[in-house]
């Protein structure tokens, strides 16, 4: 089965918390290559398999941009605990600080819409989508070490 690319969004007003998680979640990505987190899938109940990609859409301001990726390491799960209650274990791979994001990129005018349009996590991109925001991604992440 290939992989699927899926997008959760992340808007720092509703949910803070996450700005506070970001330096530990960071410092375990330095020390092991990954950190283990939950993330809402939104209204989206299944078809996120382990291995699918994940990207961490920072919203609430323009421009709409890429904070995290990761790599899903479980199907979506129901948490009655939580208020958003659709989960996925996400092992976050990069996230970068907030001061650092990855504009969703615009010469894409389609994928750029299709982004920016949607209101809930969960949202599956289509393959050359996927494709488009892995190589931008890719090369913020490698700009950005420098």
Known sequence: MATKTFLMLWKPSTWPQFA????????EIRDVGHAAHS??????KCDIEPGDRIYLIQTGRQPWSVIASGTASSRIYHDPQKPYPNE???????IVDQDKTMPIPDEDPELYTYVTKRQASGNELNARHART?????DRH????IR
């Open 20 to 27: 506070e998680e970001i330096p530990q979640l960071q410092a």
């Open 88 to 94: 996925v274990d996400v092992d976050w791979d990069h």
């Open 141 to 144: 992440l490698h700009r950005s």
């Open 133 to 137: 925001l892995a190589v931008h991604w």
């Open 39 to 44: 993330w809402s899938s939104g209204g989206r």
